[in-house]
Every structure is written in structure tokens, then in C-alpha cells.
């Protein structure tokens, strides 16, 4: 019997009161009873407006009618067919503005859970299967991939399953990208993301650490020694600052510099050779899910108060709904309509606090929301030992500096044609944040599927 429930099933959790003490995991994932009566809300649409909210085109339909039979393993098998991260979408894709906005169960209620479905049928594979993905017979083609990020590791997975030869560059130690050094534990255990990696590997992809494209080589190196397409994923890491007085005292990180050294290097480990200070007043400047991470992250490690600070209302917040209210239950503050004008120190050099003004919302600006406007004579101070700045990133220069006739924007950002994610150079793609600046993982994969077929349609016609 369909469920008509006008309610999604509850995502069974760990207590605020318990999970901002800790790193695991803060959603627990559906039962296998929850997940099948969850499947059964669907309508299966003639239509299918799911699917085409769906960056990487997932036939949403279809697996969750597998889902209502009991059939997991089918389930996945469907979603396998267009994604190579389903258990990573299932946990950090935003469902809410893509898939789920369009689901027709959402006019008169609820969207049908897809995220928390794909989640389920990832973790019941993970769990359930021993067997590696099968290495494909290769069709001669050898394929570099710069960056082992969301972009990345699609583009990878696609184009191995083709047959090509796939070799994947990444600067740092370990691969995952930003779902490694960017996303906490608590959000996406990094041993999911070392089993989608697993995976690609399995299927013939090789991964070179500590490859600084721009350094140890470069693109035009890697034309030349028999790589016949490259594919630029390499994300948008260098962080943005506000230039305000007092930005370079010490307890003032960038949220990239900050998050790494937690989710990465393991900084709240009891142990961990990584160095990182654990305040008890902590400001996060930025309203998006970055700055959710770093202010939960400061939470789990001690901090008495924190903060976020955006210069916007709560209706403006770019962050997952979710995520402000995962934070709001931990205890996070949210300082809104006020913006920070200078960071303050002490005789040591070390953050004591920072002044800020009230704002208030006037005229739509070019975004299309409503500018922030300095209320005067609001000047406050708020007491601080660290600030986190999270007002966004841009890709990193490195690749453009090295890499003659590759066109960029003014802001770092790299053009490609957006059918195909080709670059002004022959043979180069790009696709992710490299191309758009930061924006979700959904949406960085979509770009290395789009990346993929064209290779693919390039070497072989």
C-alpha cells in the first residue's frame, strides 16, 4: 500500500547535548522499515520532475521503487548508473533546493526523503557487498585528472568505466578534496569517502599524492608525456578576507585553514601532532555551510561561546536549513544584521576581541538580496579569543600562472564552454569549483560527468 503520510520519516539522530561533545556522526540513517516506508511516498510521476532537478541526473523514480519492494541492492545498482559518491550525496548533496524541491509529494506537504533513500541504499551496499567493482577492459586512451575532489573523482569514474586510463593528481596527502579536508567528520565520516575511493581504484583509477599541479608538473608536461586530455578539478581553495584591521593577530584563521586542520590532520584528536587552538569565545564571519562547519567544529572542541556573525538576516543565510538548525541546537549564537569592522588585540598580539556595526536590509544589490546597510552609531564589541573568517573562496592562481592561453575570469574562476567544461586550451577541461568558485559537491560532479562524455566524444568520436 502507498504511504500518503503528508510527513517525511524522522532522521533518527544523536542528542545536541551529545553530539556537540563529539566528532561521529550527528544523523544515524533510516532502518530498513523506515526506509521502505519512506520509499512508498512516492508516486512514481509520469513526469519525473525529481530527475531533472537532479545535477547528475539520477533516476530517482526508479530506485526508490526498488526501495519499496526491499530491493537495496537494486536500489544502489540504479543510482551507481549516474553517480560515483552515492553515499557521499546521500549525506552533504542539498536536496532540498534540486531533487526534493521538485518532488510533486511537496505541494501539499512533504518532499519524499530522496537524500536520506540514497543514503540508505549506499550504506546498505557498503555494509552488504564484498564485491570490488570490476576493472574494465582498457581502450588504449590515457586520461590525467588534476584534483581528487567531487569533480575529480565523477570525471575519474566515468571515464574508467569507459576504458580509459585515468591517472589523478592531487596536491595533498590524502584524496577526497574538499570531502576530506573541507567536510567534518560528523557530517561525512572520511571511511565513506575512502570507500568510494576504494571503488575508483578498483576499477583501474590511479591516485598520485603530493602532486602539486604548477610545480611538480606541469599541464603542458602532462600532455606531453602521453596524457591525451587533462581535466582541471582542482576546486577553489584560497581563502578570502575581509582586509579589516586586525586580521593577521594570532586565533585569526581562514575557515580553510581551520577546518583542514581538523577534519584532515585530526586536530581534535587527543595526540595529534597538528597545532590548534582551543578558544573559549569564538566568532565565525559568514553565514554559508562552511561557516556552519567551523562553528560546530569550534563547539566539539571546547569552546564555551560561539558565534556566527552575518551581516544579512536569517532569511538571506546561504546555509542548508539543516545545518542552521543542527547548529542552533548545539548551542551556536547567531549574531545577524551585524558586521564586522576591525579585529581587536592584545599586548601579545593575540585576539581579544572585535567591533562590529548593526545592519539593517535596504535595496535588492546585483545577488538580488537585499543590501546590507550600517546602522549609525550601532557599534558594539564582541569579547573573542578566535575568529574564523568563512566569507568564501576562490581557485587558486597556481594552474593559470603555469599554463599558457588557459582564460580565466577576473576572479580566478576558469572559462569553459558550459556544454562540454572545454577550456580555451585543446585537450583541457574543467569543471567544479575551479570553474564557478565554491558552490556544492552535486554540482562540482555534474560538471566531471559533463567533462567525462565530452572527453570521451573527443577521443573516440
Known amino acids: 500500500m502507498p504511504n500518503m503520510s503528508l510527513k517525511k520519516n524522522e532522521m533518527p539522530s544523536q542528542e545536541p547535548h551529545i553530539r556537540s561533545q563529539n566528532f561521529k556522526e550527528v544523523a544515524l540513517g533510516y532502518t530498513a522499515e523506515q526506509a521502505v516506508d519512506e520509499a512508498k511516498r512516492c508516486l512514481n510521476c509520469k513526469n519525473r520532475p525529481c530527475v531533472g532537478g537532479c545535477p547528475v541526473n539520477i533516476l530517482i523514480p526508479d530506485f526508490i521503487a526498488k526501495m519499496a519492494e526491499g530491493d537495496f541492492e537494486g536500489a544502489y545498482q540504479v543510482i551507481a548508473q549516474s553517480s560515483a559518491l552515492p553515499a557521499v550525496c546521500g549525506r552533504v548533496c542539498p536536496q ?36 570490488a567493482p570490476a576493472k574494465p577492459e582498457s581502450n588504449g586512451h590515457k586520461v590525467a585528472v ?95 578576507f575581509m582586509n579589516i584591521p586586525g586580521e593577521n593577530l594570532k586565533g585569526v584563521y581562514s575557515a580553510n585553514e581551520f577546518l583542514t586542520r581538523v577534519n584532515l590532520m585530526k586536530a581534535y584528536q587527543h595526540g595529534s601532532d597538528t597545532p590548534i587552538q582551543r578558544a573559549r569565545r569564538v566568532a565565525v564571519v559568514g553565514g ?49 544584521l551585524n558586521n564586522p569592522t576591525k579585529i581587536l588585540g592584545d599586548e601579545a598580539g593575540a585576539v581579544c576581541g572585535m567591533e562590529c556595526l548593526e545592519m539593517e536590509l535596504g535595496e535588492p544589490d546585483a545577488s538580488g538580496r537585499r543590501r546590507p546597510v550600517e546602522k549609525a552609531g550601532s557599534e558594539f564589541v564582541l569579547d573573542l579569543d578566535c575568529v574564523i573568517m568563512a566569507i568564501g573562496t576562490s581557485p587558486n592562481p597556481l594552474i593559470k600562472s603555469t599554463t599558457a592561453g588557459l582564460e580565466t575570469q577576473k576572479w580566478g574562476g576558469i572559462i569553459v564552454n558550459e556544454e562540454t567544461g572545454l577550456t580555451s586550451r585543446p585537450n583541457v577541461y574543467a569543471g567544479g569549483d575551479a570553474v564557478t568558485g565554491a558552490a556544492t559537491v552535486i554540482l562540482a560532479m555534474g560538471a566531471g560527468k559533463t567533462a567525462a562524455r565530452a572527453i570521451h566524444q573527443q577521443l573516440n568520436g
Not at 526534493?100 to 557487498?129: Q, T
Not at 604548477?214 to 578539478?233: K, N, P, Q, T, W
Not at 560561539?306 to 538571506?316: G, Q, T
Request: charged share 30%; proline share 3%.
Open 96 to 131: 532540498e533546493s534540486q531533487c526534493e524541491k521538485y518532488c510533486v509529494r511537496g505541494v501539499k506537504g512533504e518532499p519524499v526523503a530522496i537524500g536520506r533513500l540514497e543514503r540508505f541504499a549506499a550504506d546498505w551496499h557498503n555494509e552488504h557487498s564484498t564485491e
Open 146 to 240: 588534476i584534483g581528487s575532489g567531487p569533480s575529480g573523482l565523477t570525471c575519474a569514474g566515468d571515464l574508467a568505466r569507459l576504458g580509459y586510463e585515468v591517472t589523478v593528481f592531487e596536491a595533498l596527502h590524502t584524496a577526497g578534496g574538499v570531502l576530506v579536508y573541507g567536510i567534518p567528520e560528523f557530517r561525512l565520516p572520511k571511511a565513506i569517502v575512502q570507500k568510494e575511493i576504494d571503488g575508483l581504484k578498483a576499477m583501474g583509477v590511479k591516485i598520485e599524492t603530493n602532486m602539486v599541479i604548477g610545480r611538480a608538473l606541469s599541464i603542458d608536461e602532462l600532455l606531453e608525456d602521453g596524457f591525451e586530455a587533462v581535466f582541471i578539478g582542482s576546486g577553489a581553495g584560497l581563502p578570502r
Open 288 to 336: 554559508g555551510n562552511v561557516a556552519m562547519d567551523a562553528a560546530r567544529c569550534a563547539k566539539r572542541l571546547g569552546a564555551e561561546e560561539v558565534y556566527i556573525v552575518y551581516r544579512r538576516s536569517e532569511a538571506e543565510l546561504p546555509a542548508r536549513a539543516e545545518e542552521v538548525e543542527h547548529a542552533k541546537e548545539e548551542g551556536v549564537v547567531f549574531k545577524l
